[in-house]
């Protein structure tokens, strides 16, 4: 079914992979580890595996975030994250823009309102939007605890959508 663009009536954005270039940043860190091992993977290349692990890794990991929302755990596990947050600050450094993405919301920001809506804590959320200048764009920021549920369920979206007037 074609995308019939006169119907879209607000936006909205996820942090990871959509903003920020999460899985360069994953992956690089991986690639160190899988270094030592260059001579017994294909391609002899520690950089493609890290890659491929990253990628592997998201399921698991999206599994385990779905788990303890659905387990009523994600509200203490997320202020855990925030606290530790602010408690062991990490450099800004770990965040990477894609590229264009401020070109893009520059574009769509008259024609449209928007939203980001993340399963990452409203801290590192603020943090990367407030590093980059992008809060501006976005005046509705759902975040982990923002919603009964967090992604993949409708819940952020859809509460979002409702701070837009949709």
Same mark, same amino acid.
């Given at each position: 079914?074609?995308?019939?663009?006169?119907?879209?009536?607000?936006?909205?954005?996820? *942090? &990871?992979?959509?903003?920020?270039?999460?899985?360069?940043?994953?992956?690089?860190?991986?690639?160190?580890?899988?270094?030592?091992?260059?001579? @017994? @993977?294909?391609?002899?290349?520690? /950089?493609? /595996?890290?890659?491929?692990?990253? !990628?592997?890794?998201? $399921?698991?990991?999206?599994?385990? !975030?779905?788990?303890?929302?659905?387990?009523?755990? &994600?509200?203490?596990?997320?202020?855990?994250?925030?606290?530790?947050?602010? /408690?062991?600050?990490?450099?800004?450094?770990?965040?990477?823009?894609?590229?264009?993405?401020?070109? !893009?919301?520059?574009?769509?920001?008259?024609?449209?309102? !928007?939203?980001?809506?993340?399963?990452?804590?409203?801290?590192? $959320?603020?943090?990367?939007? /407030?590093?980059?200048?992008?809060?501006?764009?976005?005046? *509705?920021?759902? $975040?982990? @605890?923002?919603?009964?549920?967090?992604?993949?369920?409708?819940?952020?979206?859809?509460?979002?959508?409702?701070?837009?007037?949709?």
């Amino acid at each position: 079914m074609p995308l019939n663009v006169s119907q879209i009536r607000a936006l909205c954005f996820d *942090v &990871d992979g959509t903003l920020s270039d999460t899985d360069d940043i994953y992956a690089q860190k991986f690639e160190r580890f899988f270094r030592p091992l260059r001579p @017994l @993977l294909p391609q002899k290349d520690s /950089a493609l /595996a890290a890659r491929r692990f990253v !990628m592997w890794a998201e $399921t698991p990991g999206n599994l385990l !975030m779905n788990l303890s929302d659905q387990w009523g755990l &994600d509200s203490t596990l997320s202020r855990a994250a925030e606290w530790l947050n602010r /408690a062991n600050p990490r450099p800004l450094r770990h965040f990477l823009l894609i590229p264009g993405v401020e070109e !893009m919301l520059e574009r769509l920001a008259p024609h449209y309102p !928007m939203a980001v809506v993340s399963a990452r804590d409203e801290v590192s $959320t603020r943090a990367f939007l /407030a590093h980059f200048g992008l809060t501006r764009f976005f005046p *509705v920021i759902i $975040t982990a @605890l923002s919603a009964p549920h967090t992604k993949p369920y409708p819940d952020p979206v859809c509460l979002a959508a409702a701070h837009m007037g949709h």
